[in-house]
Protein backbone atom coordinates (compact mmCIF):
# COMPACT_ATOMS: atom_id res chain seq x y z
CA UNK A 1 0.00 0.00 0.00
CA UNK A 2 2.55 1.88 1.10
CA UNK A 3 4.55 1.84 -2.24
CA UNK A 4 1.57 2.24 -4.56
CA UNK A 5 0.97 5.47 -2.57
CA UNK A 6 4.41 6.59 -3.40
CA UNK A 7 3.94 6.05 -6.89
CA UNK A 8 0.68 7.75 -7.06
CA UNK A 9 1.85 10.70 -5.66
CA UNK A 10 5.06 10.74 -7.75
CA UNK A 11 2.88 10.80 -10.92
CA UNK A 12 0.49 13.52 -9.48
CA UNK A 13 3.78 15.39 -9.00
CA UNK A 14 5.18 14.53 -12.54
CA UNK A 15 1.55 15.51 -13.82
CA UNK A 16 1.81 19.01 -12.01
CA UNK A 17 5.37 19.47 -12.98
CA UNK A 18 4.55 19.27 -16.44
CA UNK A 19 1.39 21.41 -15.96
CA UNK A 20 4.08 24.46 -14.49
CA UNK A 21 6.06 24.20 -17.62
CA UNK A 22 2.96 24.20 -20.07
CA UNK A 23 1.82 27.23 -18.56
CA UNK A 24 5.44 28.85 -18.06
CA UNK A 25 5.79 28.05 -22.23
CA UNK A 26 2.38 29.80 -22.81
CA UNK A 27 3.38 33.01 -20.88
CA UNK A 28 6.99 33.30 -22.55
CA UNK A 29 7.01 36.56 -25.12
CA UNK A 30 7.16 35.27 -28.68
CA UNK A 31 10.46 34.91 -29.95
CA UNK A 32 11.46 38.11 -32.15
CA UNK A 33 13.56 37.58 -34.72
CA UNK A 34 16.71 39.47 -35.08
CA UNK A 35 17.71 42.50 -37.00
CA UNK A 36 20.78 41.94 -39.77
CA UNK A 37 22.26 44.38 -41.89
CA UNK A 38 26.21 45.27 -42.17
CA UNK A 39 27.84 48.17 -44.20
CA UNK A 40 30.56 47.81 -46.32
CA UNK A 41 33.73 49.07 -45.27
CA UNK A 42 34.38 51.07 -48.54
CA UNK A 43 36.95 53.11 -48.72
CA UNK A 44 36.29 57.14 -49.35
CA UNK A 45 32.40 56.47 -49.63
CA UNK A 46 30.92 57.99 -46.70
CA UNK A 47 29.99 61.80 -46.46
CA UNK A 48 28.28 62.39 -43.44
CA UNK A 49 27.14 65.57 -41.91
CA UNK A 50 25.53 66.86 -38.20
CA UNK A 51 23.32 69.71 -38.53
CA UNK A 52 21.53 71.21 -36.32
CA UNK A 53 17.77 71.15 -36.21
CA UNK A 54 18.09 67.15 -37.61
CA UNK A 55 16.25 65.49 -35.35
CA UNK A 56 13.66 66.18 -35.72
CA UNK A 57 13.55 67.85 -39.38
CA UNK A 58 15.37 66.79 -42.62
CA UNK A 59 15.46 69.80 -44.27
CA UNK A 60 18.81 70.74 -42.75
CA UNK A 61 19.98 67.35 -44.25
CA UNK A 62 18.63 68.38 -47.79
CA UNK A 63 19.88 71.71 -47.50
CA UNK A 64 23.46 71.11 -46.71
CA UNK A 65 23.28 68.49 -49.99
CA UNK A 66 21.92 71.32 -51.89
CA UNK A 67 25.34 73.21 -51.01
CA UNK A 68 27.80 70.57 -50.71
CA UNK A 69 27.55 68.93 -54.18
CA UNK A 70 26.36 65.50 -53.22
CA UNK A 71 23.52 64.19 -50.66
CA UNK A 72 25.52 62.80 -47.52
CA UNK A 73 24.88 58.78 -46.76
CA UNK A 74 25.42 59.46 -42.62
CA UNK A 75 23.14 61.47 -40.69
CA UNK A 76 25.41 62.44 -37.09
CA UNK A 77 23.20 63.59 -33.98
CA UNK A 78 24.00 63.59 -30.33
CA UNK A 79 21.84 61.73 -28.06
CA UNK A 80 21.59 62.47 -24.31
CA UNK A 81 21.05 59.40 -21.35
CA UNK A 82 17.73 57.34 -21.23
CA UNK A 83 16.40 59.50 -24.68
CA UNK A 84 14.78 56.73 -26.55
CA UNK A 85 15.67 55.34 -30.33
CA UNK A 86 14.04 57.74 -32.88
CA UNK A 87 12.39 55.55 -35.15
CA UNK A 88 10.40 57.63 -37.01
CA UNK A 89 13.24 60.36 -38.06
CA UNK A 90 15.31 57.04 -38.58
CA UNK A 91 12.86 55.92 -41.00
CA UNK A 92 12.66 59.14 -42.82
CA UNK A 93 16.58 59.11 -43.03
CA UNK A 94 16.12 55.66 -44.48
CA UNK A 95 13.68 56.93 -47.12
CA UNK A 96 16.21 59.29 -47.88
CA UNK A 97 18.91 56.40 -48.48
CA UNK A 98 21.00 58.30 -45.35
CA UNK A 99 22.04 56.36 -42.53
CA UNK A 100 21.10 57.05 -39.18
CA UNK A 101 24.71 57.54 -36.95
CA UNK A 102 24.12 58.42 -33.33
CA UNK A 103 26.48 59.21 -30.37
CA UNK A 104 24.65 57.85 -27.24
CA UNK A 105 26.59 60.11 -24.79
CA UNK A 106 26.34 59.31 -20.68
CA UNK A 107 25.06 62.46 -20.01
CA UNK A 108 24.52 62.52 -16.05
CA UNK A 109 25.15 58.78 -16.05
CA UNK A 110 27.34 56.57 -14.25
CA UNK A 111 29.60 54.90 -16.26
CA UNK A 112 30.24 52.30 -13.66
CA UNK A 113 26.67 51.84 -12.97
CA UNK A 114 26.34 51.08 -16.85
CA UNK A 115 29.11 48.51 -16.54
CA UNK A 116 27.33 46.96 -14.14
CA UNK A 117 23.50 46.87 -15.77
CA UNK A 118 21.94 49.02 -13.40
CA UNK A 119 20.59 50.96 -16.75
CA UNK A 120 20.04 47.65 -18.65
CA UNK A 121 16.02 48.32 -19.05
CA UNK A 122 16.80 51.54 -20.58
CA UNK A 123 19.35 49.98 -22.91
CA UNK A 124 16.74 46.79 -24.06
CA UNK A 125 14.27 49.16 -24.94
CA UNK A 126 17.09 51.10 -26.92
CA UNK A 127 17.99 48.24 -28.95
CA UNK A 128 14.58 46.18 -29.46
CA UNK A 129 14.01 50.00 -31.18
CA UNK A 130 16.82 49.39 -32.94
CA UNK A 131 16.36 45.96 -33.92
CA UNK A 132 12.44 46.77 -35.24
CA UNK A 133 13.83 49.63 -37.32
CA UNK A 134 15.75 46.92 -38.95
CA UNK A 135 17.88 48.66 -41.60
CA UNK A 136 22.11 49.86 -40.97
CA UNK A 137 22.23 52.39 -38.01
CA UNK A 138 25.65 53.28 -36.45
CA UNK A 139 25.70 54.12 -32.82
CA UNK A 140 28.82 55.03 -30.95
CA UNK A 141 28.76 55.59 -26.85
CA UNK A 142 30.95 57.92 -24.89
CA UNK A 143 32.67 59.69 -28.13
CA UNK A 144 35.93 61.55 -27.11
CA UNK A 145 36.56 59.44 -24.04
CA UNK A 146 40.35 60.05 -24.52
CA UNK A 147 39.86 64.12 -23.70
CA UNK A 148 39.10 65.49 -20.40
CA UNK A 149 36.07 67.98 -21.39
CA UNK A 150 33.17 65.35 -21.01
CA UNK A 151 32.56 63.87 -17.77
CA UNK A 152 32.71 60.08 -19.09
CA UNK A 153 36.43 61.24 -20.34
CA UNK A 154 39.91 61.26 -19.84
CA UNK A 155 40.72 62.53 -16.14
CA UNK A 156 36.82 62.27 -14.64
CA UNK A 157 36.12 57.74 -15.32
CA UNK A 158 39.21 55.06 -15.23
CA UNK A 159 39.70 53.39 -18.83
CA UNK A 160 38.80 50.13 -17.67
CA UNK A 161 35.36 51.37 -16.45
CA UNK A 162 34.87 52.83 -19.93
CA UNK A 163 35.43 49.62 -21.27
CA UNK A 164 33.30 48.15 -19.41
CA UNK A 165 30.67 49.95 -20.08
CA UNK A 166 31.31 49.31 -23.86
CA UNK A 167 31.60 45.54 -23.72
CA UNK A 168 28.26 45.85 -21.76
CA UNK A 169 26.13 47.88 -24.04
CA UNK A 170 27.89 45.89 -27.43
CA UNK A 171 26.85 42.48 -25.48
CA UNK A 172 23.59 43.84 -24.41
CA UNK A 173 22.63 44.92 -27.65
CA UNK A 174 23.59 41.57 -29.48
CA UNK A 175 21.55 39.83 -27.47
CA UNK A 176 18.57 41.61 -28.14
CA UNK A 177 18.78 40.69 -31.37
CA UNK A 178 20.39 44.28 -32.91
CA UNK A 179 22.77 42.89 -35.28
CA UNK A 180 22.00 46.01 -37.59
CA UNK A 181 24.42 47.89 -35.46
CA UNK A 182 27.76 49.11 -36.93
CA UNK A 183 29.68 49.88 -33.34
CA UNK A 184 31.84 53.36 -33.71
CA UNK A 185 34.60 53.85 -31.00
CA UNK A 186 35.08 57.28 -31.07
CA UNK A 187 38.34 59.23 -30.46
CA UNK A 188 39.47 62.79 -30.32
CA UNK A 189 42.46 63.62 -32.05
CA UNK A 190 45.69 63.15 -30.33
CA UNK A 191 46.69 66.57 -28.67
CA UNK A 192 48.16 68.05 -25.73
CA UNK A 193 46.07 67.05 -23.29
CA UNK A 194 44.12 64.00 -24.36
CA UNK A 195 45.23 60.38 -22.96
CA UNK A 196 46.66 56.88 -24.11
CA UNK A 197 44.43 55.93 -27.15
CA UNK A 198 45.37 52.23 -25.84
CA UNK A 199 44.25 52.49 -22.61
CA UNK A 200 40.11 53.04 -23.90
CA UNK A 201 40.50 49.67 -26.32
CA UNK A 202 37.77 47.43 -25.72
CA UNK A 203 38.84 45.38 -28.26
CA UNK A 204 38.14 44.21 -31.79
CA UNK A 205 35.34 41.95 -31.15
CA UNK A 206 33.53 44.75 -29.59
CA UNK A 207 34.04 47.65 -32.36
CA UNK A 208 33.11 47.56 -36.10
CA UNK A 209 34.95 50.95 -37.06
CA UNK A 210 36.75 53.64 -35.45
CA UNK A 211 36.45 57.33 -35.39
CA UNK A 212 38.30 60.18 -34.93
CA UNK A 213 37.29 64.01 -34.22
CA UNK A 214 39.67 66.54 -35.38
CA UNK A 215 39.38 70.23 -36.67
CA UNK A 216 41.22 72.51 -38.94
CA UNK A 217 41.66 75.99 -36.21
CA UNK A 218 44.74 77.46 -37.18
CA UNK A 219 45.93 78.34 -40.57
CA UNK A 220 48.47 76.20 -40.23
CA UNK A 221 46.78 73.11 -40.12
CA UNK A 222 46.89 69.86 -42.30
CA UNK A 223 45.77 66.29 -42.69
CA UNK A 224 49.08 64.89 -41.20
CA UNK A 225 49.19 67.42 -38.01
CA UNK A 226 45.14 66.95 -37.15
CA UNK A 227 44.78 63.28 -37.77
CA UNK A 228 47.90 61.55 -39.11
CA UNK A 229 49.49 61.14 -35.68
CA UNK A 230 46.17 59.62 -34.19
CA UNK A 231 45.40 57.26 -37.24
CA UNK A 232 49.07 56.17 -37.07
CA UNK A 233 48.23 55.13 -33.24
CA UNK A 234 44.87 53.57 -33.98
CA UNK A 235 46.28 51.42 -36.86
CA UNK A 236 48.68 50.32 -34.56
CA UNK A 237 46.35 48.52 -32.32
CA UNK A 238 43.84 47.19 -34.82
CA UNK A 239 42.77 46.92 -38.53
CA UNK A 240 39.28 48.15 -38.19
CA UNK A 241 38.74 50.60 -40.40
CA UNK A 242 38.88 54.75 -39.32
CA UNK A 243 36.11 56.81 -40.26
CA UNK A 244 37.00 61.25 -39.49
CA UNK A 245 33.40 61.09 -37.79
CA UNK A 246 33.63 64.63 -37.02
CA UNK A 247 35.52 67.46 -38.55
CA UNK A 248 35.14 70.71 -40.60
CA UNK A 249 37.89 73.71 -41.33
CA UNK A 250 37.36 76.77 -39.78
CA UNK A 251 37.89 80.62 -41.41
CA UNK A 252 40.76 82.02 -40.05
CA UNK A 253 43.28 79.93 -42.72
CA UNK A 254 42.72 79.73 -46.21
CA UNK A 255 39.49 77.51 -46.60
CA UNK A 256 40.08 76.53 -49.93
CA UNK A 257 43.58 74.85 -50.08
CA UNK A 258 42.57 73.32 -46.17
CA UNK A 259 39.58 71.81 -47.38
CA UNK A 260 40.88 70.46 -50.27
CA UNK A 261 43.63 69.32 -48.18
CA UNK A 262 41.20 67.41 -45.82
CA UNK A 263 39.45 65.41 -48.76
CA UNK A 264 42.50 64.94 -49.86
CA UNK A 265 43.78 63.02 -46.59
CA UNK A 266 40.78 61.67 -46.24
CA UNK A 267 41.44 59.40 -49.33
CA UNK A 268 45.10 58.74 -49.15
CA UNK A 269 44.85 57.90 -45.58
CA UNK A 270 42.35 55.35 -46.95
CA UNK A 271 39.61 56.25 -44.41
CA UNK A 272 36.39 55.29 -44.84
CA UNK A 273 35.30 59.51 -45.50
CA UNK A 274 33.89 62.17 -43.43
CA UNK A 275 31.33 63.57 -41.28
CA UNK A 276 30.84 67.32 -41.81
CA UNK A 277 30.16 69.54 -38.34
CA UNK A 278 27.90 72.15 -40.46
CA UNK A 279 27.19 74.61 -36.88
CA UNK A 280 28.18 77.86 -35.82
CA UNK A 281 29.67 77.01 -32.82
CA UNK A 282 30.32 79.70 -29.58
CA UNK A 283 31.09 77.38 -26.83
CA UNK A 284 33.49 77.73 -24.53
CA UNK A 285 35.88 74.67 -26.32
CA UNK A 286 35.55 76.31 -29.69
CA UNK A 287 34.20 78.99 -31.25
CA UNK A 288 34.10 79.10 -34.93
CA UNK A 289 31.66 79.11 -37.79
CA UNK A 290 32.46 75.68 -39.43
CA UNK A 291 29.60 75.92 -41.85
CA UNK A 292 30.48 75.80 -46.00
CA UNK A 293 26.91 77.87 -46.39
CA UNK A 294 28.79 81.03 -45.01
CA UNK A 295 31.34 81.06 -47.99
CA UNK A 296 31.31 80.65 -51.81
CA UNK A 297 35.05 79.63 -51.98
CA UNK A 298 34.31 76.87 -49.02
CA UNK A 299 31.44 75.62 -51.04
CA UNK A 300 33.64 75.47 -54.28
CA UNK A 301 36.23 73.60 -52.74
CA UNK A 302 33.50 71.60 -50.91
CA UNK A 303 31.56 70.73 -54.07
CA UNK A 304 35.62 69.59 -55.53
CA UNK A 305 36.54 68.13 -52.12
CA UNK A 306 33.75 65.56 -53.30
CA UNK A 307 33.89 65.52 -56.87
CA UNK A 308 37.56 64.68 -56.92
CA UNK A 309 38.24 62.06 -53.93
CA UNK A 310 34.49 60.98 -52.51
CA UNK A 311 34.40 57.46 -53.94
CA UNK A 312 30.40 56.16 -55.24
CA UNK A 313 28.57 55.72 -51.59
CA UNK A 314 27.07 52.15 -50.58
CA UNK A 315 23.17 52.00 -50.27
CA UNK A 316 21.58 52.71 -46.64
CA UNK A 317 20.44 49.03 -46.43
Given amino acids: MTSRLVTLLAIALAVASLAGASVRVLRS ?48 YYSGWTEPFDTSF ?17 TDASVAAIANGTY ?13 FDHNVVIGFG ?14 VAPSTFVAAWRHIVTLFRSEGAGN ?6 LQADERGTGPIASWWPGAQYVTWVGIDGYYRYPTDTFTSVFGRTIDQVRAITDRPVLLSETAVGPDGDRVDEILNLFHGMSAYKTLGL ?26 SFHLGVSRELAPGPPAN
Wanted: a negative charge; zero cysteines; aromatic letters at 12%.
Fill in 120 to 132: DDYLRTYADSVRG
Fill in 29 to 76: PPSRPAAHASLPPSLAAYLGVFEPGAPPSYAPVAGFAAVAGRKPNLLE
Fill in 90 to 106: AQILHRNDVIPFVQIDP
Fill in 275 to 300: VWFDKAQHGSIDRQDWRIEDSLLAEI
Fill in 143 to 156: HEMNAPWYSWGYGH
Fill in 181 to 186: VTWLWT
